[in-house]
Each structure stands twice: as structure tokens, then as C-alpha cells.
């Protein structure tokens, strides 16, 4: 069945499970290209290099009653007193569903950037960047 | 189920500022005793005649050159309030009342004396009492509230949380210049918002009732009396004249609101003791005594 989604689609998971009051997330993927050209020839060639993957999600601010806060969990990633590890990883799900069928996009990324600020007038949003470590565990989107 | 018109409405405006200070110094050559004026540097449309002043020496010095009989206990101080008289060239007159700051006749204005030093002053317009504005024919008030969008993914319907609250509106008066009443009370006239309009060095804010309903519209029984209004403070954004040769001269101001926006009423209780049976009402301070009833005819 044809299907167009849409932000009511999307879904972001931290370890399995949802994150609520996403409001974005997005995904680049780069591949590095090693130029293969040589003299004679007419086009450039390149062979495939080093794949890398890093993503970008804004969550708002927001505390459930049971005062569990997704934006807070990935804050505290970076926004700590202690450093940063290399155990201070998260396993990041983006998923677009259909209501039967998820796509994913599954990996283990470390939070390179976040942002977050209070401004009159406007809700206290936290984005966060992240950089993807490794090859993504799952893709089936 | 009642249509109101607009005939128990009416705009209360009370003349404040909100933007600061205005510093200056009175220097002894300003002051002329015979005139019982004075003056310091100001621009022209900082402050009009009707403007209650506190006038404060910011180096706590006594207001010298007010004379003793100014002071409310007859006593010089550092800080007084008082009303004004804004003359052409810049001159002022002190005032008790509001009236004779509109009048601005030399023989009901506060005696000076002369001074032989700089004193210098801060000058802010104080709140004073809520005057009727003359002669307004309509008065519109836009409460607004802003929302955020805090829809997240995977939701169907959009989701918003209430924001910040902000009001603006309008009001159109006929054209008064001279000192007027209302009801034998001092009125406040529209082209004193005309000159807030250009005040530049502190403000143009003012405070004001508007009044969906006040007392005596005897349609509604016993609530007769209740009244019903907005309480704002504002800031004229926008004045507008119109003048034609064949229609009165109308005037219209835009203004926003700063800070609460509050609908308040005051709902009059009916003045009836409701005794359900024959006994007496007793008194408890003395058991024999009876509350009487005094029946008009």
C-alpha cells in the first residue's frame, strides 16, 4: 500500500526505548571517495573509502509525571561533572513506522553537541548532535 | 437574554509613567517668586500641565525653593508631590489639586522662595487619581494569548501550551482642549493622550479602567450597581486626529498593553435580611433587644 510519512510516523528510541516529546531528529550519511584517476584517463574514478553517520534530534524539555525527562538522559551524556568516557555511549534507534511495518536506522553514537535554552514566550527545547561510532547495528529502512 | 449598549461604559485614565526618571538641577537662577515659577531642563513634552510630580533632591538636600506653606506639615523635605502647570516657555507651577494645575493661575499656585545653590533633582510623573476620560465615544480592548506548538513525533493532532498574554485596543474621544467635567468631577481630556503620544524621555505609558458596565443601569435589578471593567496599564503606540469641516473632530488612540491585564467586578449585594419565619431577630449583645425594621411607605 503506497505510503507518504510524516513526522507522525517518526519515533526516536534510546536503548529500546521511546523517547517521548521528540520533535525532530535527522540522519546524514557521508561516504569518503578515494580518487582512483590516473593519466589517460577521460573521468575521474574513486573507489569507496570510510563511511560515517551523524544525526542531529531536538526533544522539548519535559518532565512525565513520573519525572522521567528523555531530554535530560541525553544532556547528561555531555552536560556532566565528570568526563566524558568511552563508555558514555547511546544506542540510537530513528524509526519511521507504518503502524505495522518499522523502518530503522539502529546504531551507537556518543552526543557530540547539545543545546538547550530558556526564552520568553518559547517552550525550553534541547537539540542535541550526535556522531555515530562503528557501523549502524540494524537498517531496515 | 439582554443586547447591552454601551450607555453604562465609560474609560477611567490615571496619568503615570513608567519608564524611569528624569534628572536635572534647579538652579537659583530658574526661580522667580513673583510668578511662583520655576523650571530646570527639559525637553518640551516631557511632562503637561494635570502631571503629578514627586520631585526628589538625589542629594538629600531640602527642596529649598518650595516654600514651607507647600509641604503638607509645613515643613521643608528633601522629596514632595505635587501637581504642575507646564506654561509655553517651560515654566512650572506647583499645585495642590489637579483643578488648579489645569487652571494654572498664578494667585492658586504654591509659593517659591529663591535659592542660593544648584539643588539637583529627580523628577517622576506618580500615581494619581483615576480621572474619567471626557467625551469618549467608544473604547476596544484585544486580549491575546500566545500559544507554543509542543507536538512531538508520532502524534496525530497538534498539541500547544499556553503561553504569554498580551492585550492592545483602542479608544476614540471627541476632541476637548479645555479643563472639563464629569458628573461635577475633574475629567480627564483625550488630548492629553495626544501629548503622551510624543513624550519621548519618559514614556507614554498611563494606566486605565475600561468599564463594560458601571452603576445605575436600573434594567438589571439588582445587579443595578454591579460594575464590570478592565484594569491595564498601557502604552499609547499610536494617535490619530480627524478633522473635517463638517464633522466634529475626533480623536483616536492606539495603544498596548504592559504588565496584567485583569477583568475585575465589584457585584453589590442586596441590602435585605431574609427571615424565613415570624420570630424576632435578636441582638447578641443584649438578649431583650430587637433588630427593627423601618418601613417606607
Known sequence: MAKIYTGRDGSLLLGGTTLVKVSSWSLQGELETLETTTLGDDQKTYVPGLQSFSGSAGLLYYSDDANRNDASTLLRKIVKTSGVSASDTAELTLRLSDGNTNKDVKFTVYITSVSIGAAVGEISKADINFQVTGAPSSVTM | ?297
Open chain 2, 1 to 297: 437574554m439582554s443586547v447591552y449598549l454601551g450607555r453604562f461604559g465609560q474609560v477611567e485614565l490615571k496619568r503615570q509613567s513608567f519608564d524611569g526618571l528624569k534628572y536635572s538641577v534647579v538652579n537659583p537662577s530658574d526661580i522667580n517668586t513673583s510668578k511662583k515659577r520655576f523650571s530646570f531642563d527639559f525637553d518640551i513634552g516631557l511632562l503637561h500641565s494635570g502631571d503629578q510630580l514627586e520631585i526628589r533632591s538625589t542629594d538629600g538636600s531640602i527642596l529649598a525653593f518650595v516654600a514651607a506653606a507647600g509641604w503638607g506639615n509645613s515643613q521643608q523635605q528633601s522629596a514632595g508631590t505635587w501637581y504642575v502647570y507646564i506654561d509655553d516657555l517651560g515654566g512650572i507651577r506647583l499645585y495642590s489639586s489637579f483643578d488648579d494645575a489645569l487652571e494654572g493661575l498664578s494667585v492658586n499656585a504654591i509659593a517659591l522662595q529663591s535659592i542660593a545653590t544648584n539643588i539637583p533633582i529627580s523628577v517622576k510623573i506618580v500615581n494619581s487619581i483615576a480621572r474619567i476620560l471626557a467625551q469618549c465615544t467608544s473604547f476596544e480592548l484585544n486580549t491575546n494569548r500566545e500559544t507554543v506548538d509542543t507536538t512531538a513525533l508520532g502524534e496525530e493532532f497538534r498539541s500547544n501550551q499556553s503561553s504569554l498574554i498580551s492585550g492592545s485596543g483602542n479608544l476614540r474621544a471627541v476632541w476637548e482642549y479645555l479643563p472639563t467635567e464629569v458628573d461635577n468631577n475633574p475629567a480627564e481630556t483625550v488630548h492629553y493622550l495626544m501629548q503622551l503620544a510624543l513624550r519621548t524621555e519618559i514614556g507614554s505609558g498611563f494606566a486605565a479602567k475600561l468599564y463594560i458596565k458601571t452603576a445605575g443601569d436600573y434594567s438589571l435589578g439588582t445587579a443595578a450597581d454591579d460594575e464590570l471593567w478592565y484594569e491595564i496599564d498601557a502604552i499609547v503606540t499610536q494617535a490619530g486626529v480627524s478633522y473635517g469641516a463638517d464633522a466634529y473632530v475626533e480623536i483616536a488612540i492606539d495603544f498596548v498593553t504592559t504588565g496584567p491585564i485583569r477583568l475585575r467586578a465589584k457585584t453589590i449585594t442586596s441590602n435585605i435580611i431574609l427571615q424565613e419565619n415570624t420570630d424576632d431577630i435578636l441582638l447578641e449583645q443584649d438578649a431583650t433587644a430587637r433588630l427593627l425594621q423601618e418601613v417606607v411607605a
